[in-house]
């Protein structure tokens, strides 16, 4: 089964500066999805970036970047010139993309941003 | 575009009762997911329905938990009886299509306290 795995369950950053979120997930696929969620008080998750397992190039999506390393099974998040309202727990998910839908999440990293 | 919709926002109960969830997902959605998130944990995914019918509830205690989606769009989650470590929130989503190109729309989910 595959797992994520993300090891700081709290980071805390001024605003303005730069964060990096760690993740690992463990599969034995070749071809997958890896994505990014953000989790507000309001509880709503919402998609930040996603990147496919075949594309050498990593996602960006304005403020926020992935570093995607396959043979090490990495996929972390940086997010640049943070913001108040970027604080929120920040989930890590894998998809196998063959069938089975459903995302597979870490257990999240509470985001802290110090004005 | 109207969003997932979910309700209740908050539910208490105690144990041995039951107890009812119910969601109605974006407009024209095809499949509709049910994650349980324990506190301090990423959600997990309990059941996913493509129109009327199930796709996965491999994760699903189905001892005590029952899901259905009989028109293809809103669904309820039922749980009975309640144990004290159903105690978590239950977030519904939503996805036009099967598979992770498509995006995931969550609701604001239903936090559930078992006593």
């Known amino acids: 089964a595959q797992t994520v795995t993300q090891s700081q369950p709290e980071m805390s950053v001024q605003e303005a500066e730069t964060v990096t979120l760690s993740c690992t997930y463990d599969?034995?696929?070749?071809?997958?999805?890896l994505f990014w969620y953000k989790q507000p008080p309001s509880r709503q998750m919402i998609l930040v970036i996603r990147?496919?397992?075949?594309?050498?190039q990593n996602a960006t999506e304005n403020r926020f970047s992935v570093n995607f390393q396959k043979a090490a099974k990495s996929f972390s998040l940086k997010i640049s010139d943070s913001q108040l309202g970027d604080a929120a727990m920040y989930f890590c998910?894998?998809?196998?993309?063959?069938?089975?839908?459903?995302?597979?999440f870490g257990k999240g990293t509470h985001l802290i941003i110090q004005p | 575009e109207a969003g997932v919709a979910q309700s209740p926002r908050y539910k208490i109960i105690e144990k041995r009762q039951s107890v009812a969830f119910w969601c109605n997902p974006i407009?024209?959605?095809?499949?509709l997911y049910w994650y349980q998130q324990i506190l301090g944990q990423g959600p997990k995914l309990l059941i996913q329905?493509?129109?009327?019918?199930?796709?996965?509830d491999s994760q699903l205690p189905k001892d005590r938990f029952s899901a259905e989606r009989l028109k293809g769009v809103d669904s309820t989650l039922k749980i009975q009886p309640a144990k004290l470590e159903d105690s978590a929130v239950y977030l519904c989503?939503?996805?036009?299509?099967?598979?992770?190109?498509?995006?995931?729309?969550f609701g604001n989910g239903t936090r559930l306290t078992v006593t």
């Open positions: 989503a939503s996805s036009s299509l099967r598979g992770p190109n498509s995006p995931l729309h």
């Open positions: 599969t034995s696929e070749s071809d997958y999805y």
């Open positions: 990147q496919e397992a075949y594309k050498q």
């Open positions: 998910a894998y998809n196998s993309g063959g069938g089975a839908d459903g995302l597979t």
């Open positions: 407009s024209g959605h095809a499949t």
């Open positions: 329905f493509q129109n009327n019918g199930v796709v996965d």
